[in-house]
């Protein structure tokens, strides 16, 4: 069974950044899209962002442009570097695999982005 471990999480001001990292135990991790996936008080998880294993990557049209999916397969990490930050990306972000049977989730991390 993989476990995933977010970190990176915390208070910001708007316009900051933040880089959040996921960790995967086990060598599967380099076969699998993974992604990120946020969810806010009172709303559905959703995906944000998602990378395959050669690094092809695509975003939620509320992140492109700020948010950069990226990983190291050695380390099985894939990292989320979340730029010019705004309210509304408040949430507990989550990393997970792409495929119709998901991983067991993480606790995630908060990313809280107030003034």
């Known amino acids: 069974q993989v476990q995933l471990v977010e970190s990176g999480g915390g208070l910001v001001q708007p316009g900051g950044s933040l880089r959040l990292a996921c960790v995967a135990s086990g060598s599967i991790f380099r076969l699998n899209v993974m992604g990120w996936y946020r969810q806010a008080p009172g709303k559905e998880r959703s995906l944000v962002a998602q990378i395959t294993s050669g690094g092809s990557t695509s975003y939620a049209d509320s992140v492109k442009g700020r948010f950069t999916i990226s990983r190291d397969n050695i380390k099985s990490t894939v990292y989320l570097q979340m730029n010019s930050l705004k309210p509304e990306d408040t949430a507990v972000y989550y990393c997970?695999?792409?495929?119709?049977?998901?991983?067991?989730w993480g606790q995630g991390t908060q990313v809280t982005v107030s003034s």
């Open positions: 997970n695999r792409i495929a119709a049977s998901l991983w067991s």
